[in-house]
């Protein structure tokens, strides 16, 4: 079946510090990967997705690229603030389904 | 434009009970998902409504139900409580029926069950 490894939080970095997280995937196919984050007490928040290999999905700093060879989709940000402390989960939804399979999320955070 | 609304936001309930769980949609989206987050099991898909119709499910016991009204709010009711069942739950709606990233998620109904 489809799965969705991240590493394990939390992620402690100061103000300014380069941020990866890491997300691997099992999926048969091609699935659509994505990135979301969800601030304390809110709902998720897409991210950033990347839909086939090589694609590279960014916003508001953040990028992630689909990395078929490796089966990887690692977040990275090349200067947090301490406003993106908060709840990433990498997700997949395989190809011609609508169903998505995500990570066990990974806690960022960020110290001024 | 109003969000995605969940009532009760929090909610405390014993082994054996059962639980009503409410979702209002975005105006005009037809299509709402339902979500179990939990510590160790994270974050898992329940079922999708559009149209008043169960469109796909997740791997969860028949003890989870939901079902949609016309005017496309959705309930999820989880019968027999159990111990296990203590999670956040996230509804999610869109305009029609696709992935994920279409959709826009709701700030959760945390359920206790003691």
């Known amino acids: 079946g489809n799965s969705v490894t991240q590493m394990e939080g939390p992620v402690t970095l100061s103000e300014e510090a380069f941020l990866t997280i890491n997300c691997t995937y099992t999926?048969?196919?091609?699935?659509?990967l994505f990135w979301y984050v969800q601030y304390p007490g809110e709902g998720l928040q897409l991210l950033l997705k990347?839909?086939?290999?090589?694609d590279k999905g960014s916003n508001k700093g953040f990028e992630a690229t689909y990395r078929k060879e490796t089966t990887s989709f690692h977040l990275e940000k090349g200067s947090v603030q301490v406003s993106d402390s908060a709840v990433y989960f990498c997700?997949?939804?395989?190809?011609?389904?609508?169903?998505?399979?995500f990570g066990r999320g990974t806690s960022l955070i960020v110290h001024p | 434009k109003a969000g995605v609304t969940q009532t009760p936001r929090y909610l405390i309930k014993t082994r054996g009970q059962q639980v009503t769980l409410s979702c209002s949609p975005i105006?005009?989206?037809?299509?709402v998902s339902w979500y179990q987050q939990t510590p160790g099991q994270g974050l898992q898909f329940l079922f999708e409504?559009?149209?008043?119709?169960?469109?796909n499910k997740g791997n969860f016991p028949g003890r989870f139900s939901g079902r949609q009204f016309s005017n496309s709010r959705s309930e999820m009711n989880v019968s027999t409580l159990e111990l296990g069942d203590s999670a956040l739950y996230l509804c999610?709606?869109?305009?029609?029926?696709?992935?994920?990233?279409?959709?826009?998620f709701g700030p959760g109904t945390r359920l206790t069950v003691l």
């Open positions: 999610a709606s869109s305009l029609d029926q696709g992935g994920p990233d279409t959709q826009y």
């Open positions: 999926a048969t196919g091609y699935p659509s």
């Open positions: 990347a839909t086939k290999a090589d």
């Open positions: 997700a997949l939804t395989p190809r011609g389904s609508y169903i998505p399979t």
């Open positions: 105006s005009g989206h037809r299509s």
């Open positions: 409504y559009f149209s008043e119709t169960q469109r």
